[in-house]
């Protein structure tokens, strides 16, 4: 089948393809029968409470957005501005970099290595601390950054301080990512669901107490969610600290000056996390801003259909979550034959939950686009491409898959290499053709030239998974953790 197939049952240091390096009663879940009911099980137990934390997560932006949309059209726009600068330079960074404890805190923990752990977690606050640096001085120029971007001179200052309040919450946002990555490598997925759960409702309430009652307008949205983000990764603290997360303590060794040392996978991975998030996010804001060539008309429907996607993505994405922590611990046990098993289970049940996604919205096209919009003839617009959106989602939810498996292989730099090139060389210019070109597809350019992209993207992450050694990736555990 490849090079692991070919060598199979030849040792590297001992140990074969189907040893791992612990004994199963010391590897996290390798107790887990070997059928694949009790993979999909184990699956469907990580996967339910991410799905619910990351669709409350969006949930902030939907509130933002509904708050913006009762006070003023200037609002509304300013809104929509603020958080697409607020996504590209500040949250796509911070959620990237924290996809390396994706790896690194599976892995270590898959390993044997407890401690490593936190370790690792350690080093990813100290990062995020020099990261967001940078970031929020970009947040307080934005003002006058942005007016060099929008026409509307008002719209951009109304936009940059809208960041300035949002800068209240971006340390809380960075540590909560940091602080679930800590949890779920130990296969916890329940602590962060339970510290969002409860902090929706108090974003929610705060920004409709600023916003309106206190009279501060779009500024008090952006300042209810930003105190909300400060108080979730109290939770989360608060959760482990309290006997629900007892179980955890074993992962923590104190703090220590080694969270300074050993840096370089850190960063490698955090590099290639980030470039993936900002080669997707960014040509997706590029694709949806072309629209506005089309007419107002087309560029409310494309981000009408784009915010339907969004959502529906989110539940490939908290699957691939949970897929890259059990690949993780796997591969991190030594465990590469039971990996490899698992790695076709999951493509499959991505592909299925596309295509669920898909003729869920294709089945509602009509009812989805009179809930978003009033306007007939957006209406029209969105029902009339809601196929090509349909089909996107089986797409979209098999690349979260192979994402989902490099992250557990600590194989991201791949993925970012490949995004980057296929989005910006060939997906965004091709689209653009598709859609205001000789074609003249319009909104179905648009989706028909992002799916083909993808499943560019997807062909070659496979390929490169089937020809890879997955070996090597054991042997770098090993040797990143001191085995």
């Known amino acids: 089948m490849d090079s692991d197939a070919r060598d199979d049952e ?67 726009a300013a809104a929509s501005v603020g958080m697409t600068t607020m996504n590209i330079v500040g949250f796509a960074t911070v959620e990237g970099m924290a996809t390396a404890l994706d790896t690194l805190c599976a892995q270590a923990y898959g390993s044997g290595n407890l401690l490593n752990v936190g370790l690792h977690v350690q080093r990813m606050l100290v990062l995020m601390v020099l990261a967001i640096i940078p ?3 970009f947040w307080v120029a934005s003002p006058w950054v942005l007016s060099l971007f929008v026409r509307q001179h008002h719209l951009a200052v109304m936009a940059g301080e809208f ?134 008309n087309y560029l409310a429907a494309q981000s009408v259909m784009m915010t339907i996607s969004v959502v529906s993505w989110h539940i490939p994405f908290s699957i691939s979550v949970a897929i890259s922590t059990r690949i993780g611990h796997l591969i991190g046990a030594g465990n590469v034959a039971k990996a490899r098993r698992a790695a076709v289970l999951y493509a499959v049940v991505c592909a299925l939950v596309g295509s669920t996604d898909g003729l869920i919205i294709f089945s509602l096209r009509k009812q989805l686009a009179i809930f978003f919009s009033d306007d007939p003839i957006v209406g029209d617009l969105v029902s009339k491409a809601m196929l090509a959106v349909a089909v996107f989602q089986i797409i979209d939810a098999i690349i979260c898959c192979t994402n989902g498996i490099l992250r557990g292989l600590g194989r991201q730099s791949v993925a970012a290499w490949v995004v980057l090139i296929v989005n910006y060389v060939a997906t965004v210019p091709v689209t653009i053709w598709l859609e205001l070109g000789s074609p003249g597809l319009k909104l179905n350019g648009v989706w028909i030239g992002l799916g083909s992209g993808m499943v560019l993207i997807a062909i070659i992450e496979g390929l490169y998974m089937k020809t890879l050694r997955w070996q090597d990736c054991v042997a770098s555990v090993k040797l990143r953790e001191g085995m």
């Open 163 to 296: 960041l300035w309040y949002s800068l209240v919450g971006l340390p809380g946002y960075a540590s909560f990512e940091a602080g679930k990555r800590f949890l779920q490598a130990q296969g916890d997925f329940r602590g962060a669901m339970i510290a969002i759960l409860v902090c929706t409702p108090v974003n929610a309430f705060l920004s409709w107490l600023f916003a309106f009652k206190l009279g501060m307008g779009l500024n008090g949205a952006a300042l209810g969610a930003a105190l909300a983000n400060v108080i979730r990764p109290v939770l989360l603290l608060a959760y482990i600290l309290l006997p629900a997360g007892k179980f955890s303590h074993q992962c923590w060794g104190g703090f220590s000056r080694e969270a300074f040392t050993k840096w370089g996978p850190m960063v490698r991975l955090s590099f290639a996390g980030t470039a993936v998030n900002l080669g997707e996010w960014a040509a997706s804001e590029i694709l949806t801003f072309s629209t506005s060539y089309l007419g107002t």
């Open 135 to 137: 970031i929020g001085a």
């Open 10 to 76: 030849v040792a590297r240091d001992g140990q074969t393809e189907s040893t791992p390096l612990l004994p199963d009663s010391q590897s996290i879940k390798s107790t887990t029968g070997d059928s694949w009911g009790s993979e999909l099980w184990l699956l469907g137990q990580y996967s339910l409470p991410l799905i619910a934390t990351y669709l409350l997560q969006y949930s902030y932006s939907i509130i933002t957005t509904f708050v913006a949309g009762h006070l003023s059209a200037d609002a509304l």
